[in-house]
Nanobody, 113 residues
Framework: QVQVAESGGALVQPGGSLTLTCAGT????????MTWHRQVTGKAREWVAT???????FYADSVKGRFTVSRDEGKNRLYLQMDSLEVEDTAVYYCQQFDSQTWGQGTQVTVSS
């Protein structure tokens, strides 16, 4: 019954911004470790960001300074704000409830001019 579902993926231009949403079901996003990962077809899934219950955040070097992970406990949603997007950010982005190893279905982000 623990489920997560990503949304918000889109086609954006280099330098643009996009915010992804992860809707949680069956748990409170503020009580568990939540992560964002991304994956390009044919390559390994790559860790992007983590938000811990106490509010600590962690980012991969490739997105540090450009991406921000946050949550809204009232809406039970996790967010990934992506700024200064680069072509290399193109991937399917996945939300994960780390505690139960639960993944969402992914949402496509394409950065292209």
């Amino acid at each position: 019954q623990v489920q997560v579902a990503e949304s918000g993926g889109a086609l954006v231009q280099p330098g643009g911004s996009l915010t992804l949403t992860c809707a949680g079901t069956g748990f409170n996003v503020g009580d568990v470790i939540m992560t964002w990962h991304r994956q390009v077809t044919g390559k390994a899934r790559e860790w992007v960001a983590t938000l811990a219950p106490g509010g600590a955040t962690f980012y991969a070097d490739s997105v540090k300074g450009r991406f921000t992970v946050s949550r809204d406990e009232g809406k039970n949603r996790l967010y990934l704000q992506m700024d200064s997007l680069e072509v290399e950010d193109t991937a399917v982005y996945y939300c994960q409830q780390f505690d139960s190893q639960t993944w969402g279905q992914g949402t496509q982000v394409t950065v292209s001019s």
